[in-house]
């Protein structure tokens, strides 16, 4: 089976830093992207790992173990804008293109 | 510019009505996916094609059908919608690269009364 856990809401101040984590368990891994959503929008792309380490992308850096099943998403320097859902999503196998999605964790940035 | 288009946006229905959400995309991309969203449950993949003439079944394909005959739309089909099926609707599509993220539709958010 697959499984990807995310802690469900985060709270943090404007210009912090906040870590949120993923975990997985899938069949095969091929992947591992991190979206954005903001409330009623689409989901929009932040960050894709499949090699261990750091990708770093501005404010945003994303972090992979893949031996550990285990993902973060960093995001610096807070900003009110940044409140949102992110969403880690895991490529396994069967199908090229299928994608995993964990349930997401709501980000409320306060002043 | 670069988009994927659902419509319609919104629509509220009664159950048994068949409907048909369309996509559409204009990045000549190979891979196309629906998905629905519900509170608490994430984004679950319906249905996906990687190219035409090509559609396999995601995880929650129970009442839907799907085509690909161009290219750039893939047409979600709700054949006898049930109450269940109230959901927020994304249709996605990405590049055959296996680095490339999907691209998603604004969404249509449908109601089944």
């Known amino acids: 089976g697959q499984n990807i856990d995310q802690p469900t809401e985060m709270t943090a101040t404007e210009g912090a830093i906040v870590q949120i984590n993923c975990t997985y368990q899938?069949?095969?891994?091929?992947?591992l992207f991190w979206y954005q959503q903001h409330a009623g929008e689409a989901p929009t792309f932040l960050s894709y790992?499949?090699?261990?380490g750091l990708e770093e992308k501005g404010r945003f850096s994303s972090f992979l173990s893949r031996s550990k099943g285990y993902s973060y998403l960093l995001l610096k320097e807070l900003q009110m804008k940044d409140s949102a859902s992110y969403l880690c999503a895991v490529r396994g196998w069967g199908g090229f293109q299928k994608l995993v999605f964990g349930t997401g964790t709501r980000l409320l940035v306060s002043p | 510019e670069a988009q994927v288009t659902q419509n319609p946006r919104y629509l509220i229905t009664v159950t048994g009505k068949k409907l048909t959400v369309t996509c559409s995309q204009n990045?000549?991309?190979?891979?196309m996916s629906w998905y629905r969203q519900d509170p608490g449950l994430g984004l679950r993949q319906i249905y996906y094609s990687m190219n035409v003439e090509v559609t396999d079944k995601g995880d929650v394909p129970e009442g839907y059908k799907v085509s690909r005959k161009e290219k750039r739309n893939f047409p979600l089909i709700l054949e006898s919608p049930s109450p269940n099926q109230t959901s927020l609707y994304f249709c996605?599509?990405?590049?055959?690269?296996?680095?490339?993220?999907?691209?998603f539709g604004d969404g249509t958010r449908l109601s089944i009364l």
């Open positions: 990045m000549n991309h190979e891979y």
């Open positions: 996605a599509s990405s590049s055959d690269h296996s680095n490339q993220p999907q691209h």
């Open positions: 790992n499949v090699l261990d």
């Open positions: 899938t069949s095969g891994f091929n992947g």
